[in-house]
Structure formats: structure tokens, C-alpha cells
């Protein structure tokens, strides 16, 4: 058994569009250990959401994958055939999505799409599969559980419902879990809460989490490690306490002096703003891909950054070997 | 549930009343019935006396409670030209126009739903164009036409299968086809529709993020959802297929209600045609009525309404 769950090199998306090819994800690589939180930030549109797509195999059509290797728990995905993909999906690797008011098909209860995923990859009874269910709905935090199994997901709210995913997640009892922003369409008081519930289930059940927000602050919480994405590409990452307290790449002390923090940030006194957009993803990108927004932008800056790396695991893609 | 169908069923019985006038005013309008009977050239004498007989000479309102009224008690009144009961006379032929009905709702279903999917699920392929040229050529043919060419294949030149009659089944291969190919075009397009935008959706996402095999995603999570609106379309083109078989019927000379519809009208037989048209309209009316709730029972969400 490795100690390695998730092991991600050189994966790109491109997506076709009639202005050309998008390359979404720009030959970006990671891992995830067993058992740790790995938070993958950066804007929107930045490439996060594809990536956990692309490891799950649930791109949509127009996009390709490409990668040099991409490992689940030493099996590699770019090489399984659907049916090998299929019985790791849903089974040893789960995801919730951001929308749960969709994510739900409206037609089938709770209990139908709770027990189904189970019973095709456990090869279990119905039964066995109700109980489950019912086990996991109270586990997050679902009170009549049993009732709530003959429900339609319209008759739930979506902090509800995003329980339900979770639940739903953990089924089959999987080895990686992959959050794409599975509190942003929630209200701010529900948000903490079902982080919490993440955080909590993550540790007692030791899984490894794949967590994808665009919020430090979540970041700063639950994540041991974060990596730090801008247009297509990992510019930073390393462990949580390292990288909030010595972040190196300009665009991740830009992130981190965006948000408030009491007693640090001035009452009535303004936050950080990164200034500019971000580039087109569109065609090749030469060189940094920050340096039209950055405020310590050099000649050199239009080649190709080097990677520094800290000895205790934190690597940054800048010309500068330590901005701070 | 329950509440919900009583409510739309009362709204049916409204439904069913409202028609049945329109349907008694307008036929009036259309002809004279004691000309009809008399026949054409009588003389105005007795024209008097057969409007007195009938009580054709009443105001039209008390006419039509009173044929309402016969109607509601099952006395459905003697058919002009046949000199029979109207009743015996539907009863008679009812059989065969329903089954004729369902078995070319059962073709049309039979060849559209795998054709939608498959077009649905490999969009702009060569299965799609297929489908999509199968569709084109159902809905641009006359039925009638259709009809023909499969007589000349079928009867002339092969001769597997009985050109006119209803006495075997046999004899019920090609009105079925004929009929069920010209209403499977729009189902064939609404199901490709439904499953392209079901198939697009959020939830078959997380369908395929739990590891569930195609088929299942494809026909459990999407045919689902896609088949609430042509849940309500089979109502409409069944109500169609009972009513319109009419020139099917004729050609094949099948003993169905279309073929009487067909004679009544030529003969001017009032009685006849009134209930005709009274009975599909309450066809159509319970069929409309059975595809709301079938919908109510696969979109939980309208339960509510």
C-alpha cells in the first residue's frame, strides 16, 4: 500500500473553441496523501473545477485530457478502460459538487440514489444498502433519517441536500473524496456548518480530501496542504502554515491580502486587490503567466519561471527565490 | 393525490359537457336533419310533419337538453341509415378502432424510443442523421400514401399480407404501420430533445461520478426525466389515432368507428355523428386527464399543484 492516494503529472485540459483551443489546465502536478487535505484555490477560471473532473473522467466532451501520469492509489487512470474507471467512480474515489440543488435527479428519492451506487459496487441487498444509508444520513447530521429516505430532493433545502451528496460520497466508503466548492451555493451559516461536517467525517474516517474553493478562509481551516492555481497552472504550493505565514509567489501574498483577518486588518481600512483580469487561456501562454498583474514584474519575467522549493515542501514558480 | 385527480377530473366532466354542445350546435348548423331523413326533393308537407315527429321544430336549446338528457341515460337514439341502435352500432365497431389505436401507438413507441435515444446519445453522428431521415420522411408522407406503397409491396408484390379486411391479424399489420409511422416523428424528436437537455443535466454528472454503468445512466437517470413531456404527447396522438383513423381505415377497410365516422358523414346521419364526436371528445378528454397524472406520478414535483 502506498502512502500516495492521488498522484497527478503533467495534467493538462484543452478544450476546443471556435476561437481556438482553451487550455484550461496547463501541465500541472500534485499528489494527495492518504488520509490528508489537500485544498486546491485560485479565481475562477483558473482551471480547479477541471482538474477534479479530469481526474474523475467526467470532462465534458469538448475537453481533453492529457497526462503524463495520473495514479489512484497506483492504478493509472489514463490507461483504465471504462469499466476499471467505473468501479473505482463512486466507489473508492467520490465527489460532491457545488450545485446541489441540481446535482439530484428530481425523479428518484433520496433513499433511490442513496442505495444505488452502493448496491453496483458492493454487490450488497437492498437491505444492507437501507441501513447504510440511514447510517450515513444521521452521520451528517440528517435528523429521521429513515423518513428523509422516501423523500424527492425538492422537498429538501439545499444545505440538506448538500448533506445528502455528502452522504451519498460516502456510501461506499471511498479512499479519496473530491470537493468542488460543496459550500459556495450555500448560505454563509450553513457554509460553516457543512465544512465542519467535511472536516469532521474527513479526519474520523481518515480519508483523503481533494477540497476546491476559491476561499482562503476555508483554506486556512481544514487544509494541510494547499496549492495555489492561476490561469491553468500551480504557482505555489506547500503546507497550509508555511504558505499563509511565508507565502512566495506574488499572486499568493496577493490572495492572502484579500482577505480580512481581525485584529491584522484596519476596521474601515481597505483590503488587498489584485489588479487586472485574468489572461485569456487561449493559445500558448510565454513565460509568467501573472507578470501583466504583478507589481514586481522584471524583463525576465517573459521566460519561463523557475521552480524554488523550501526544504520542508514548499515550491513556488517565480523568478523571485523568496519575495518576502 | 387523491384530491388532485378529483379536481382535474371535475375539470374533465366540464370539459366533456362544453364540447358535446359545440359539437350539437355546429351539426346542426351544417345540415337539416328531416332533409336527411326524408331524403332529398321531399315535399315541404312532409318535412313538417317528420319535424313534429322528432320535435325538430323546438327551439334548439330544449333539443339539446333533451338529446343530452337521452344521451346521459344511454338512450343514444336509431341511426338514420342503418335504422339500428347508435349504440350497438359503436359498440360494434369500438373494438377494433381502439386496437388499432394501441398497436399503432405501441409501433410508433416501438421505433421512437430507441431511434430518440440513440440520436440523443450520439448527437450529429451517423445514427442521428439516420433517425433523423426516418423522421422526415414518416411526418413528410401522407398516411394515406404511405398506406398505398405498403399495399403495393406488401399485397401485389410480395403477397404476404390481406389487402382489405379485419377478420384476421394479419390483417392489422399495415394499418398499423401506416398509422403508427406518421405519429412516431414527433415522438422520436421530443425524445431526442428531452435526452439531450436530461442528458447535459447536473445530476447524470453525479450518475456517472458514482461509477453506474451507461445504460443505467442513460435509461434510468435520463429516459426518466425525459419521457414527462412525452407522457402528455402519447395522450394527444392516441386521442389522434382513435379519431384519425379514419382514412386508414377506409383503405384497409377495416370495420372500425373511423370507417362508421366516415359513412355517417356521407349519409347525414346526425345521430350517428353526434355521438361519434361526443365519445372521442370524452376520449380525448380522459386521456388527457390519465397523462396529467402519469406525469404527477414520474415529476413528484407537480404532485403538489
Known amino acids: 500500500m502506498t502512502d500516495t492516494i492521488l498522484e497527478v503529472d503533467g495534467l493538462s485540459v484543452d478544450i476546443a473553441t471556435p476561437r481556438g483551443t482553451l487550455h484550461a489546465v496547463r501541465d500541472i502536478s500534485f499528489s494527495v496523501r492518504r488520509g490528508e487535505t489537500l485544498c486546491l484555490v485560485g479565481e475562477s477560471g483558473c482551471g480547479k473545477s477541471m482538474t477534479s473532473l479530469a481526474i474523475m473522467d467526467l470532462l465534458p466532451k469538448a475537453a481533453k485530457r492529457n497526462a503524463r501520469r495520473l495514479a489512484f492509489a497506483g492504478q493509472d487512470l489514463s490507461k483504465a478502460s471504462k469499466r476499471q474507471i467505473n468501479a473505482l467512480r463512486g466507489n473508492r474515489m467520490a465527489m460532491i459538487f457545488q450545485e446541489p440543488m441540481t446535482a439530484l435527479n428530481p425523479a428518484y428519492t433520496i433513499g433511490n440514489q442513496l442505495i444505488e451506487a452502493y448496491r453496483q459496487h458492493k454487490n450488497a441487498s437492498e437491505a444492507e444498502a437501507r441501513e447504510r444509508a440511514i447510517f450515513l444520513l444521521s452521520k451528517v447530521g440528517i435528523a429521521s433519517a429513515a423518513e428523509r429516505l422516501g423523500q424527492y430532493p425538492h422537498q429538501l433545502s439545499g444545505g440538506l441536500r448538500q448533506r445528502v451528496m455528502i452522504a451519498m460520497a460516502l456510501m461506499c466508503g471511498p479512499e479519496l473524496l473530491i470537493a468542488d466548492e460543496p459550500t459556495t451555493a450555500l448560505d454563509v451559516t450553513i457554509q460553516a456548518q457543512i465544512l465542519r461536517l467535511l472536516a469532521d467525517l474527513q479526519r474520523e474516517l481518515g480519508i483523503a480530501m481533494l477540497l476546491i474553493t476559491h476561499d482562503l478562509g476555508i483554506v486556512a481551516r481544514i487544509a494541510d496542504r494547499v496549492a495555489v492555481m492561476y490561469a491553468g497552472q500551480i504557482v505555489e504550493e506547500g503546507p497550509t502554515a508555511s504558505l499563509f505565514q511565508s507565502p512566495k509567489h506574488p499572486y499568493t501574498q496577493g490572495l492572502i491580502d484579500c482577505i480580512p483577518v481581525p485584529g491584522r486588518t484596519v476596521p474601515g481600512g481597505r483590503l488587498g486587490v489584485i489588479p487586472g483580469v485574468v489572461p485569456s487561456l487561449v493559445g500558448d501562454i510565454r513565460g509568467c503567466s501573472f507578470r501583466d498583474r504583478c507589481s514586481r514584474t522584471q524583463p525576465i519575467c517573459s521566460q519561463a519561471p523557475p521552480v524554488y522549493e523550501t526544504p520542508d515542501g514548499q515550491r513556488w514558480r517565480c523568478i523571485l527565490e523568496d519575495a518576502a | ?305
Not at chain 2, 66 to 82: A, P, V
Not at chain 2, 150 to 171: D, Y
Not at chain 2, 235 to 245: D, E, R
Open chain 2, 1 to 305: 393525490m387523491i384530491g388532485y385527480i378529483l379536481k382535474r377530473l371535475g375539470l374533465a366532466l366540464l370539459v366533456a359537457l362544453a364540447v358535446s354542445a359545440i359539437a350539437f350546435f355546429l351539426l346542426r348548423l351544417s345540415g337539416d336533419i328531416a332533409m336527411a331523413i326524408a331524403g332529398e326533393g321531399a315535399r315541404e308537407e312532409d318535412l313538417a310533419i317528420i319535424r313534429q315527429t322528432y320535435g325538430l321544430d323546438r327551439p334548439l336549446i330544449i333539443q339539446y337538453a333533451d338529446w343530452l338528457w337521452q344521451t346521459l341515460k344511454g338512450n343514444f337514439g336509431t341511426s338514420i341509415y342503418f335504422k339500428t341502435e347508435v349504440s350497438k352500432l359503436v359498440l360494434d365497431k369500438l373494438p377494433t378502432t381502439i386496437l388499432l389505436g394501441f398497436l399503432a401507438l405501441g409501433f410508433a413507441l416501438l421505433i421512437s424510443i430507441p431511434l430518440g435515444v440513440l440520436a440523443a446519445v450520439y448527437p450529429n453522428t451517423w445514427i442521428d442523421r439516420l433517425a433523423l431521415a426516418i423522421a422526415v420522411v414518416g411526418q413528410a408522407l401522407p398516411n394515406f400514401f404511405f398506406a398505398l406503397i405498403l399495399v403495393m409491396i406488401f399485397s401485389i408484390s410480395l403477397r404476404w399480407l390481406p389487402v382489405s379486411g379485419s377478420a384476421t391479424w394479419l390483417h392489422f399489420v399495415m394499418p398499423t404501420i401506416a398509422l403508427g409511422y406518421y405519429v412516431a416523428p414527433a415522438f422520436m424528436r421530443l425524445i431526442r430533445a428531452g435526452m439531450i437537455e436530461v442528458l447535459s443535466a447536473d445530476y447524470i454528472r453525479t450518475a456517472r461520478a458514482k461509477g453506474l454503468p451507461a445504460g443505467k445512466i442513460v435509461f434510468k437517470h435520463a429516459l426518466r426525466n425525459a419521457v414527462v413531456p412525452v407522457v402528455a404527447l402519447t395522450a394527444v396522438q392516441l386521442g389522434f389515432l382513435l379519431g384519425g383513423s379514419v382514412v386508414i381505415e377506409t383503405i384497409f377497410a377495416l370495420d372500425g368507428l373511423g370507417y362508421l365516422a366516415y359513412q355517417s358523414i356521407t349519409y347525414k346521419d346526425f345521430p350517428v355523428m353526434q355521438i361519434i364526436v361526443l365519445l372521442l371528445s370524452v376520449v380525448y378528454v380522459l386521456l388527457t386527464l390519465a397523462s396529467d397524472i402519469a406525469n404527477a406520478w414520474l415529476d413528484p414535483r407537480i404532485r403538489v399543484a
